[in-house]
C-alpha cells in the first residue's frame, strides 16, 4: 500500500502565495506519478498538475499554468505545490495522488489519494 500524507493547506488572501506538501510511504513502484487536484462542494474533482517522478516531466491545468508550480524532492519521496497570486476560485480541498506509470489527468487513473488539506483564499 501506498500512504500520501499533505500539509501546507490554510487560509489567505488573494495575491498570496502558499506552498502545499505531499509526502508518500510505503510501497515502491518503478515508474510512478504524482499529482495535485482539487475539488469544491458540490463539484467534481478536478485535475491541477502532475509530475512524473522518473522523468520530472509535469502537466498543468490551463486554470493554474504560470501561477502554479510542483516540483519534488526525491530524497524525501516529496512533492510540492507552490501556488502564487492566489484567487479566491483557487479555494478548495487540495489532495495529493499517485499512480504507477505514465501522467493521468483523470481522477480514477489514480488509486492513491492522501486525505486532502483545505486551501482558502478570501478576496
Known amino acids: 500500500q501506498v500512504q500520501l500524507v499533505e500539509s501546507g493547506g490554510g487560509l489567505v488572501q488573494a495575491g498570496d502565495s502558499l506552498r502545499l506538501s505531499c509526502t508518500a510511504s510505503g510501497r515502491t513502484f518503478s515508474s510512478y506519478t504524482m499529482g495535485w487536484f482539487r475539488q469544491t462542494p458540490g463539484k467534481e474533482r478536478e485535475f491541477v498538475v502532475a509530475i512524473n517522478w522518473n522523468s520530472g516531466r509535469t502537466y498543468y491545468a490551463d486554470s493554474v499554468e504560470g501561477r502554479f508550480t510542483i516540483s519534488k524532492d526525491n530524497a524525501k519521496n516529496t512533492m510540492y505545490l507552490q501556488m502564487n497570486s492566489l484567487k479566491p476560485e483557487d479555494t478548495a480541498v487540495y489532495y495529493c495522488?499517485?499512480?504507477?506509470?505514465?501522467?493521468?489527468?483523470?481522477?480514477?487513473?489514480?488509486?492513491?489519494w492522501g486525505q486532502g488539506t483545505q486551501v482558502t483564499v478570501s478576496s
Open positions: 495522488a499517485l499512480r504507477s506509470f505514465g501522467v493521468a489527468r483523470t481522477v480514477s487513473n489514480y488509486p492513491y
